[in-house]
T-cell receptor, first 115, second 112 residues
Framework: GAVVSQHPSWVICKSGTSVKIECRSL??????MFWYRQFPKQSLMLMAT?????????EQGVEKDKFLINHASLTLSTLTVTSAHPEDSSFYIC???????????FGPGTRLTVT | QKEVEQDPGPLSVPEGAIVSLNCTYS??????FMWYRQYSRKGPELLMY????GNKEDGRFTAQVDKSSKYISLFIRDSQPSDSATYLC????????????FGSGTQLTVLP
């Protein structure tokens, strides 16, 4: 299957600072990428859908000013958590959609801890 | 009621057992059905996908979809300790977004 990378794999930051997470599709072009959030022992919650060259579509209840998503190229999408707070601590996972609609390849995830 | 229901487990089986994992759903528009495996602190890995109803087999894994009952299953034969993970079902409807709706995941432990 295709490879999706995320960087960093884990990050600890202080409350009030911003954190940027990168998601890259390494061997295919992804016109659409998705950002998920996962709490311990829970399923993935879709945060937003990111299309290359256009604004992201956010799910209900997700603050677009807090979770800034940029999809500048066919292989890179970034999620910036602005003014992070301890409640933003979570596992953030991106996925990239392949050629076929059913194909979504997930990154390894980024564990964010806000102190 | 959630769109996709999945028994969270945990499920423990002895090595070599046949494992059955199931999901039910309510949205009749779902056409694509996927099973993902997620190891602890890792991203999900696509195991199998099925379009519409039917069976699909890949090695020790068999996926079944019964759209009339809105019920999907994943069978694992000759289960191995390395199969210990959380299994997530996911579904998608036709359309440009093709967003996935996930089940809550079933935690499986295969005991040696």
């Amino acid at each position: 299957g295709a490879v999706v990378s995320q960087h960093p794999s884990w990050v600890i930051c202080k409350s009030g600072t911003s954190v940027k997470i990168e998601c890259r599709s390494l061997d295919f072009q992804a016109t659409t990428m998705f950002w998920y959030r996962q709490f311990p022992k829970q399923s993935l919650m879709l945060m937003a859908t990111s299309n290359e060259g256009s604004k992201a579509t956010y799910e209900q209840g997700v603050e677009k000013d807090k979770f800034l998503i940029n999809h500048a190229s066919l292989t890179l999408s970034t999620l910036t958590v602005t003014s992070a707070h301890p409640e933003d601590s979570s596992f953030y996972i991106c996925s990239a959609r392949g050629v076929f609609a059913y194909e979504q390849y997930f990154g390894p995830g980024t564990r964010l801890t806000v102190t | 009621q959630k769109e996709v229901e999945q028994d969270p487990g945990p499920l423990s089986v002895p090595e070599g057992a046949i494992v059955s994992l199931n999901c039910t759903y309510s949205n009749s528009a779902f056409q694509y059905f996927m099973w993902y495996r997620q190891y602890s602190r890792k991203g999900p890995e696509l195991l199998m996908y099925t379009y519409s109803s039917g069976n699909k087999e890949d090695g020790r894994f068999t996926a079944q979809v019964d759209k009339s009952s809105k019920y999907i299953s994943l069978f694992i034969r000759d289960s191995q300790p390395s199969d210990s993970a959380t299994y997530l079902c996911a579904m998608s409807a036709e359309g440009s977004a093709r967003q996935l709706t996930f089940g809550s995941g079933t935690q499986l432990t295969v005991l040696p």
